[in-house]
Protein backbone atom coordinates (compact mmCIF):
# COMPACT_ATOMS: atom_id res chain seq x y z
CA UNK A 1 0.00 0.00 0.00
CA UNK A 2 1.40 3.64 -0.88
CA UNK A 3 0.43 6.72 -2.28
CA UNK A 4 2.27 9.53 -4.97
CA UNK A 5 4.55 11.60 -2.89
CA UNK A 6 5.24 8.88 0.07
CA UNK A 7 9.40 9.31 0.53
CA UNK A 8 8.91 6.38 3.15
CA UNK A 9 7.30 4.29 0.13
CA UNK A 10 10.18 5.06 -2.18
CA UNK A 11 12.08 4.17 0.91
CA UNK A 12 10.56 0.70 1.15
CA UNK A 13 10.92 0.58 -2.77
CA UNK A 14 14.28 0.62 -2.67
CA UNK A 15 14.53 -2.34 0.13
CA UNK A 16 12.41 -4.53 -2.21
CA UNK A 17 15.01 -3.67 -4.83
CA UNK A 18 17.44 -5.24 -2.69
CA UNK A 19 16.52 -8.16 -1.55
CA UNK A 20 13.74 -9.10 -4.70
CA UNK A 21 15.21 -11.15 -7.56
CA UNK A 22 14.02 -11.17 -11.04
CA UNK A 23 10.45 -13.42 -11.13
CA UNK A 24 10.97 -13.74 -7.44
CA UNK A 25 7.75 -11.86 -6.21
CA UNK A 26 4.68 -10.52 -8.13
CA UNK A 27 4.78 -6.62 -6.79
CA UNK A 28 1.52 -3.86 -7.35
CA UNK A 29 2.17 -0.73 -5.99
CA UNK A 30 -1.92 0.18 -4.55
CA UNK A 31 -2.04 3.85 -4.01
CA UNK A 32 -4.12 4.47 -0.83
CA UNK A 33 -5.89 7.63 -2.73
CA UNK A 34 -8.80 6.09 -4.48
CA UNK A 35 -10.66 3.58 -2.29
CA UNK A 36 -11.33 4.90 0.75
CA UNK A 37 -11.45 1.51 2.92
CA UNK A 38 -7.67 1.59 2.10
CA UNK A 39 -7.59 5.05 3.29
CA UNK A 40 -8.96 4.54 6.57
CA UNK A 41 -7.06 1.53 6.92
CA UNK A 42 -3.47 2.48 6.08
CA UNK A 43 -3.46 6.36 5.88
CA UNK A 44 -1.05 6.54 9.11
CA UNK A 45 0.43 3.16 8.12
CA UNK A 46 2.10 3.48 4.65
CA UNK A 47 4.05 1.27 3.42
CA UNK A 48 2.32 -1.55 4.00
CA UNK A 49 3.28 -4.61 2.61
CA UNK A 50 -0.36 -7.34 2.31
CA UNK A 51 0.04 -11.06 1.38
CA UNK A 52 -2.17 -10.85 -2.15
CA UNK A 53 -4.85 -13.17 -1.01
CA UNK A 54 -3.76 -13.55 2.63
CA UNK A 55 -3.98 -11.82 6.18
CA UNK A 56 -0.25 -10.72 6.62
CA UNK A 57 1.42 -7.56 6.32
CA UNK A 58 4.57 -6.19 6.85
CA UNK A 59 4.28 -2.17 8.16
CA UNK A 60 7.30 -0.09 7.72
CA UNK A 61 10.21 0.54 9.02
CA UNK A 62 11.38 -2.97 7.52
CA UNK A 63 14.61 -3.79 6.50
CA UNK A 64 15.49 -6.15 3.76
CA UNK A 65 15.78 -9.12 6.56
CA UNK A 66 12.41 -8.53 8.27
CA UNK A 67 11.36 -8.49 4.14
CA UNK A 68 13.29 -11.52 3.69
CA UNK A 69 11.66 -13.77 6.52
CA UNK A 70 8.01 -12.33 5.38
CA UNK A 71 8.49 -13.46 1.84
CA UNK A 72 9.62 -16.69 3.45
CA UNK A 73 6.78 -17.11 5.70
CA UNK A 74 4.40 -16.43 2.47
CA UNK A 75 3.04 -19.82 1.55
CA UNK A 76 4.77 -20.35 -1.90
CA UNK A 77 2.11 -20.06 -5.17
CA UNK A 78 3.02 -22.58 -8.33
Known sequence: MT???CHLCED???VL???LLPGQ???DLVDIVYDPKLMEEYAVRIPVLVERGGERELGWPFDAEQL???LQSLPQRP
Open 68 to 70: RQF
Open 3 to 5: TEG
Open 12 to 14: AIV
Open 25 to 27: AEV
Open 17 to 19: QQV
